[in-house]
């Protein structure tokens, strides 16, 4: 068969079948060539715009070499090396943040999570397909620090943070780790920036800091610096109501806890460390005890095991009658009352004052009242006193902080009030959600999954923010508590709030009862008539 040549028009005949073979346009090989290292070039220049250093890295090597050879790259290899061991001496924590953490950050980026990226967003169930190809996230930055990796990744169209949240520990074992979570706003806050330059850099923070919808963040823990004890903290001598410091972050810093207008649920299971969250807080607010800006009111159903050693930092305990519990609560109340008639249109946060104290409702074992307490009574007055200080308790300064270990719903009703939660070991799944809120565990709160170390490790959910955080609370000796007890005990007149109350509250004014029209029977009128003839025969 005669071979035709290219670019010629055919028209072929098969019965009633055309055939149309189009010319072709062939483009020469020389300007395929030039297409394809135009285009090479165009890649390598925007590579060189968003890697700045890099390349100033590589020019600055090259032109040392060329310069002065080997004696180039090496000298000024062991001054760097000298200058960031000093830096590291006098200042670890900028020099992980503006020094090794990018360094570290941007070869795990390379030689780590691109190396495994199809795969682990395929398997995960991230990848989706559009136009009958795969379309993945785009990894676009790692940063590092002593424990954490955090990978900011921009999602394909069409994709919520919901989607990685889902999958957050298939995340964290694809990639080597134990705990993982998801983020959709920046994890880390904005720094605050003082001196010369804090104008220009606020700008910058801006830029940074801004609005990402179509970015997630993954983080993932490295090292885990949850696993050593931590030690106690620094009582205050004025505590910040804002920022107690109770526990340790996974990346080295500080936990400090919002106080103010907030009330505060523990779940735990059984010798979880839900002591050390209690204690924590007490040593922390300890300046306060002593200077009257705190007054603490302690509930301990077991008997005084787990408070009574601080028994002189409370202005007011109870740990043995029921009876004293509930009028323990029902005073808080009458404080809530008293300082809600006395700040209504005045403020509408309560600020503590020494005249006008903080006061923090400590409840142990909060199911021994709600739930397992066998009084019915005595059970519907204190969880009615509960509920009204849960209510309208915190924005007049009287706080409720409880703990208990069965989170379920017939154990405790009104959960759905403390907008700070922090939940520590587990025994099941479904307690995380109960505690923390649904669907905390797929957000990364594997509360159940506690090893047997990590007493006093948690996962907290502020309000505001779904997305939880593991700390490790201080852990305070039965010595610490006695040292407390000895330095920073409640001042003598601490109880006197109540008569303060009485003195200052003013009675409810009597309405007088509104008066009732006689109504007759609801029978109908025959049925009626028969009982009044009735009525009548027998008398």
């Not at 070869?107 to 691109?114: E, G, I, L, T, W």
């Not at 785009?138 to 954490?148: H, I, K, P």
């Not at 801006?206 to 903290?233: E, G, M, S």
């Not at 007088?512 to 049925?527: T, V, Y």
Request: aromatic letters at 8%; charged letters at 25%.
């Amino acid at each position: 068969m005669m071979r035709r040549p290219r670019g010629e028009v055919v028209l072929t005949t098969a019965g009633d079948l055309l055939v149309l073979r189009p010319k072709r346009f062939v483009l020469p090989m020389w300007a395929v060539v030039l297409g394809l290292v135009l285009r090479w070039l165009a890649r390598g220049c925007w590579w060189c715009l968003r890697h700045p250093v890099t390349v100033g890295l590589v020019v600055l090597a090259v032109v040392l070499y060329a310069d002065y050879g080997w004696a180039g790259l090496v000298v000024p290899l062991v001054l760097a090396s000298a200058v960031s061991a000093v830096w590291r001496w006098r200042d670890e924590a900028s020099w992980w943040r503006w020094g090794a953490g990018p360094l570290l950050g941007r070869f795990r980026q390379v030689f780590v999570y691109r190396r495994a990226w199809r795969e682990a967003m395929t398997l995960c169930g991230l990848a989706e397909t559009y136009d009958r190809r795969a379309v993945l996230p785009e990894l676009l930055r790692v940063r590092s620090d002593q424990a954490l990796d955090v990978l900011t990744i921009r999602m394909v169209r069409g994709q919520t943070p919901a989607d990685f949240q889902q999958v957050t520990a298939n995340l964290a074992y694809a990639f080597g780790r134990r705990h993982a979570r998801v983020y959709s706003e920046r994890p880390d806050d904005p720094p605050t920036r003082s001196g010369y330059w804090a104008l220009l850099l606020r700008l910058v923070d801006r830029v940074r800091f801004r609005d990402r919808p179509t970015v997630v963040y993954l983080v993932l823990v490295r090292t885990d610096a949850l696993r050593p004890v931590v030690a106690p903290f620094d009582a205050p001598a004025v505590p910040d109501f804002t920022a107690l410091p109770l526990a340790r972050r996974e990346d080295l810093g500080t936990w400090s806890l919002h106080l103010l207008a907030t009330h505060i649920l523990i779940g735990g299971a059984t010798r979880s460390g839900k002591g050390s969250v209690l204690w924590s807080l007490v040593r922390a607010l300890a300046g306060g005890i002593t200077s009257g800006l705190v007054r603490l009111w302690v509930i301990d159903p077991k008997g005084g095991m787990e408070f009574a050693m601080g028994r002189p930092l409370f202005a007011r305990f109870a740990c043995k009658s029921f009876e004293a519990m509930a009028d323990l609560l029902d005073e808080a109340v009458a404080v809530m009352r008293e300082r809600q008639s006395r700040l209504a249109g005045r403020v509408r946060v309560h600020t503590p004052t020494e005249a006008d104290p903080l006061v923090v409702v400590v409840i142990d074992e909060m199911a021994a009242l709600t739930a397992y307490l066998q009084d019915v009574d005595l059970r519907k007055r204190i969880a009615g006193s509960l509920g009204l200080l849960l209510s309208q308790g915190a924005g007049v300064g009287v706080l409720v902080v409880a703990a208990l270990q069965d989170p379920r719903k017939e154990v405790l009703p009104f959960r759905d009030l403390f907008p700070t939660r922090i939940a520590l070991g587990l025994t099941e799944a479904a307690q995380v959600d109960l505690v923390l809120g649904d669907g905390a565990r797929n957000r990364g709160a594997l509360a159940d999954q506690m090893p047997r170390w990590a007493k006093g490790v948690g996962y907290v959910i502020l309000d505001g923010t779904p997305e939880p955080m593991r700390v490790r609370f201080s852990y305070v000796t039965d010595d610490h508590i006695r040292e407390l007890a000895q330095q920073y005990p409640a001042p003598a007149d601490a109880a006197d709030i109540l008569a303060q109350v009485g003195r200052e509250s003013t009675p409810e004014p009597v309405r007088p009862a509104l008066p009732r029209q006689r109504r007759g029977p609801l029978l109908p009128d025959a049925l009626r008539n028969i009982l009044d003839a009735d009525g009548d025969e027998s008398r």
